[in-house]
């Protein structure tokens, strides 16, 4: 929970976060985001459990990551199509939640099975599926097999009757593959600063360069950045350094120049995935925890959020104006101090849509003095 507080009375107003103003004016002038990210990599594995051994969560434990996601971001990238994950898109859809569902294909027997889900998904005709994607990096592991990724494009293409396809590469896998991109609807590119050694102050700068190259090799498509993020904890990698401070430079450099750029992203990945072991940085790539609590570089792009900006009083009547997210419910509490033994709950409000603030109305006691603060979670 964040909370802020002000007073008001029939005399007066107290406004206490003149310096978020500013700062509020400076980062969101380009470009509003409507949520803390504009996009996010889901993977639900918990700690003990573990696809590549068959443990998978529970329906319960993913409607749960569901509905605190839709509070974060307005659309989700999956990793498979097997056992529970093939029924993300559906909560998804429940939820109002966009999603990518992809099918993960690796040479194995299991890919025909991962296509055919996908086709099943695609044939639902969900509103909120935004695009199916082929792979992640599949060309990156097989790259002589471009005519077989092309093959499968056209293939779930066709047997959903031609509903948008896409394939998640690594940036200059696009480069070096210009056959690929008139068989997807949209480009999924992948731009790591980490394993690409960036030192951390040029990693969200990194990111751009290598957006804005493929963007101007093909102008005509849509490109998104389909993974991006930092680790927060495990070896160096070069010169690039993993770690809590660094994963939160990364966060608020990277949104704030995504804001600025107009950069469509899905940012990698949401929630730390214990059973991952890659280069000892797997396991840390989450803007949450493993037990769903923000790391710090999340904890600074909502402290930006749910404060009130204003208050005004007429009579007995209060009106505040809070920044907010879209559509997240927040909650107006009273207290008579400022460091009140309890707060008393006064309304719940959602963040208005298309903007990042709220007016919301209140009644109150004519002439007797209070604090109030805006609450939401995460």
Known sequence: MKRNLHRSNSQSTCLLLFAWLALASCCLAAEPIYKPLKGGCYGPFREGQDPTLGIYPSEAQVKDDIARLKNIVPKIRTYGTENILYRIPEFCKDAGLYCYPGAWVDEV??????????????????????????????????????????????EVKAATGGK??????????????????????????????????????????????????????????????????????????????????????????????????????LFFEIFDEPWKGEGGVGAWWGAFYKDRTMKPGMQSIVSNNFNISSIAVSGDAVSLNASTFEGNIYKVEKSPSAAPVAWTPLTNFLGAPGTNLTRTNLLTQSGTGAFYRVRTSF
Do not use: M
Request: glycine share 8%; hydrophobic share 40%.
């Open 164 to 265: 948008p396809v896409a394939a998640s590469e690594q940036w200059h896998i696009w480069r070096d593959h210009p056959n690929l991109v008139p068989e997807v609807d949209v480009i999924l590119i992948h731009v790591h600063p980490y394993w690409e050694s960036q030192d951390i102050t040029n990693a969200a700068n990194f990111v751009l360069s290598k957006y804005n190259y493929i963007k101007g090799l093909y102008p005509a498509k849509t490109v998104i950045i389909s993974e991006t993020g930092w680790p927060s904890q495990g070896p160096a990698y070069g010169a690039a350094v993993p770690g809590e401070a660094n994963h939160k430079k990364f966060v608020k450099d990277f949104v704030s120049l995504a804001a600025s750029n107009n950069i469509d992203y």
């Open 109 to 154: 027997a299991g890919d025909a099975a991962q296509l055919t889900n996908l086709v099943g998904i695609g044939i639902l005709n969900y509103a909120t599926t935004k695009a199916l994607v082929v792979g992640n990096e599949y060309l990156y592991r097989h790259g002589a097999n471009e005519a077989k990724l092309i093959g499968w494009l056209r």
